[in-house]
């Protein structure tokens, strides 16, 4: 062994000497914490206040346990050594000893670990070395330093391979992992924005918007407390897609994110899918005000209430319904809880209603004696009170009224809330939208403003299951008739935003009421719902112009050569987008041609082929979604990752099969857009098999 080796293996084992002390601290932490757990949970609380107190400190303390645990892979990856000699380790979350004392452990969020990720030799930030630690468990497998201050390296410093290059070498699993040892230079400064309003990021495919969008939930939670404090929501477009990105946030120690599609969010599982000419439409903002307009068509829409109370129809004058549908309908409340304050009102009058007849009846009573007897009772009971030394008479004698208990009967009385039942009817969310969309006078008097075509594409029949496309108007209904989500959200995050319709923005906005949101999408991405052509268009709406748009343009995933191949179709679909620039290499793309008899066979020898060459690597085999039946059948999916073209965004593979793109690209309206997301999944190869139109049948 050289000096320069003997000086480089006493680096690695110095390095190897402060993880193994980072690691017992992280475990002195973690043994502590699980005691107190163990503690608070073995003392019995008094009362429902200490109960309450102890599931509070308990749920921090196991909440602190899983963070503590989820810290273990990967603890510490980097170290950052500064021009004055200060070196700090740089780890999944921070660990100190003293308060007072440098820690041990830098959280990778910390303002300290910003150059750890953005320094470059043009701007070193003061550091004069960056080093990247390669890890399993707790074992230093490889270190890999990079010096910014121009300096001639030494035999401590260990120039070696980039560990992105390592990164974006390893085999990918079907689910995402943290690239937070890598974060590059421009993601970064996304991720640790000061920007606590809209962040708009946008990108190509590959460019690592996912990757920042988690990295920021991450990062928000951290440096942010008052958003942390009501939770960080990421919004995916399916099941599928947050299947694949489900455990990057608990890689970096964040649990309480929650993951969730628009259905999740509303609650609702739809039953079918609407025609997209139809999904569209009812993505179309003009129905938030049809919804708003069906809810108010049934608060008292006719002025006449007559009610039994007792023996005795009442009639409420018209002016006074209507002055009570007025203030119910002016005071903010939803629907449900504005037929309360409706009901009180109406209440209110008829008690006034009552006291008024009751006292002409007494008159009447009183004058009908006087005039037969000539007894004036008003009189003689007065004097017989001043005879029993009463000064005042009583408030609610025998047989006066009294309003309060009248008030109080009346609010409980069934066939009361009957009548008003029918001026200003309970209403649930599915009422409202079926209201809207079942009846054609409705959709003509609610939407008059679209042509015949267009309100019969949304008309639906009675006994019809929800859709996707009315989840987000049953949200709508939801919030007119009972008020806002009970869980609404300190930050919000949402991949593939180009997918969500003017209707979803409600969604998502109503779940966001300090409007801080990281939005990440490409519109030449988007699906067929989408009407918009660029952010002002989707979000201007619902944020105005108060969003901070960022552009990525380093593509990590696909190959230079897939992307070239890509080019023209990229300039039809998003004319004038500069192509962006891959770091990754691959092999050149392979196209096989196919009789649609064929089509399986070919695929099948496909597959095991590239199986055979490339053992343990992961294949996706993307099709138009009305094929997946047939190729599920032939057994495709004991091979490869089948999926829909509907749903490959956002995912990735080591190689791609695009099957039929003629086909992937006729399936919907705006079909070019998915295959160009589907040709842009591999990380290594991709081979699309065209299939052949079957031969004209000759004529005669
Ligand atoms: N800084 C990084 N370090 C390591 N890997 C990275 C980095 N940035 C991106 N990647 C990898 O590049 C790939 C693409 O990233 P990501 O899925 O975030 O891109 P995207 O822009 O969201 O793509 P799409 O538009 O297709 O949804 C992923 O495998 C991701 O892990």
């Known amino acids: 062994m050289t000096q320069i080796d003997d000086v480089a ?33 073995a003392t019995p609380p008094q009362g429902a206040a200490e109960t309450y107190e ?82 399993k468990g707790r074992t230093v497998l490889g270190v890999s330093d990079e010096l910014l201050d121009g300096s001639a390296p030494t035999a401590r ?4 391979d980039g560990p992105l290059t390592a990164a974006l070498q390893e085999r990918r699993t079907g689910r995402m992992g943290a690239a937070v040892a890598t974060l590059q230079a421009e993601q970064d400064a996304i991720v640790r924005s000061p920007h606590r309003g809209v962040t708009v990021v946008q990108g190509g495919p590959g460019t690592g918007k996912t ?20 939770g960080v929501l990421v919004l995916g477009p399916n099941a599928r897609f947050l299947d694949y990105i489900c455990q990057v946030l608990p890689s970096l120690g964040e649990n309480d994110v929650v993951l969730a ?30 919804l708003a307009a069906v809810v108010r068509s049934r608060q008292a829409p006719d002025t006449e209430f007559d009610v039994r109370v007792g023996q005795e129809w009442i009639r409420l004058r018209d002016e006074d319904v209507a002055r009570a549908r007025t203030s119910a309908q002016t005071s903010g409340l939803a629907h449900n809880r504005a037929r309360r304050l409706f009901k009180e009102l109406l209440v209110d009058d008829l008690v006034r209603e009552l006291a008024r007849s009751g006292a002409e ?21 007065a004097a017989d009170l001043r005879r029993l030394g009463v000064d005042d008479a009583p408030a609610t004698g025998a047989g006066e009224f009294d309003a309060d208990a009248v008030r109080a009967d009346l609010l409980d009385d069934a066939p009361l809330d009957r009548a008003v039942e029918d001026l200003w009817p309970h209403l649930t969310p599915g009422d409202v939208v079926r209201a809207l969309l079942t009846d054609a006078d409705a959709l003509d008097a609610h939407l008059p403003q679209l042509t015949d075509e267009q309100r019969a594409l949304l008309r639906r029949s009675p006994g019809a299951p929800w859709t996707d496309a009315d ?49 990440v999408g490409d519109f030449a991405q988007a699906g067929p719902a989408t009407v918009a052509r660029d952010w002002q268009e989707a979000l201007g709406p619902h944020l105005g112009r108060r969003f901070d748009l960022r552009t990525l343009t380093v593509g990590y995933r696909t190959t230079r050569e897939i992307l070239a191949t890509t080019e023209k179709l990229l300039a039809r679909i998003s004319p004038g987008r500069p192509p962006i620039r891959s770091i990754r290499r691959g092999e050149a793309p392979r196209t096989l041609a196919t009789a649609p008899e064929s089509l399986v066979v070919t695929l099948l020898r496909e597959l095991r082929e590239q199986g055979a060459a490339h053992p343990g690597e992961l294949t996706g085999v993307i099709c138009a979604d009305g094929r997946v039946e047939q190729l599920a059948a032939a057994g495709i999916e004991r091979h490869a990752r089948l999926v829909p073209a509907s749903q490959a965004r956002g995912l990735e593979f080591d190689a791609a099969v695009v099957v039929d793109p003629d086909g992937i690209t006729a399936a919907r309206p705006g079909g070019e857009r998915d295959l160009y997301v589907a040709l842009t999944r591999a990380t290594k190869r991709l081979c699309t098999i065209t299939v052949a139109p079957p031969p004209a049948k000759s004529a005669g």
């Open 54 to 135: 102890r599931d509070v400190t308990a749920g921090r303390l196991a909440g602190e346990v899983r963070r503590l645990e989820g810290a273990e892979e990967g603890l510490v990856f980097g170290r950052i050594d500064l021009a004055d000699g200060t070196v700090l380790r740089i780890g999944r979350l921070g660990l100190h000893r003293d308060a007072d004392e440098l820690p041990v452990l830098l959280d990778w969020r910390a303002e300290a670990a910003r150059p750890f990720y953005e320094a470059t030799p043009v701007h070193p930030m003061g550091l004069r070395r960056r080093r990247h630690l390669r890890l």
């Open 211 to 230: 990757v920042v969008a988690l990295h920021r939930a991450a990062y928000v939670l951290y440096a942010f407390p008052k958003a942390a404090e009501r």
């Open 361 to 381: 009846a007494l008159e009447l009573i009183d004058a009908q004696v006087e005039q037969l007897t000539g007894l004036d009772l008003d009189r003689i009971a």
């Open 261 to 290: 599609t628009c259905e999740e969010l509303a609650g609702v599982a739809p039953g079918a899918a609407d025609p997209f000419e139809t999904a569209r439409l009812k993505g179309s903002s003009a129905l938030a005000g049809a």
């Open 9 to 41: 293996a006493h680096e690695v084992e110095r390095e190897r000497e402060q993880v193994s002390v980072i690691g017992e601290l992280l475990d002195e932490r973690l043994a502590g914490t699980r005691e107190q757990l163990a503690h608070v949970l």
């Open 471 to 519: 989840v987000p108007l049953l949200d709508e209904a939801s919030s007119l008739v009972d008020g806002p989500p009970e869980r609404v959200f300190g930050h919000v995050v949402v991949d593939e935003a180009q997918e969500l319709t003017a209707m979803q923005w409600q969604m998502v906005v109503r779940r966001c009421p300090g409007r801080s949101m990281t939005l």
């Open 157 to 160: 410093d260990l120039i070696g």
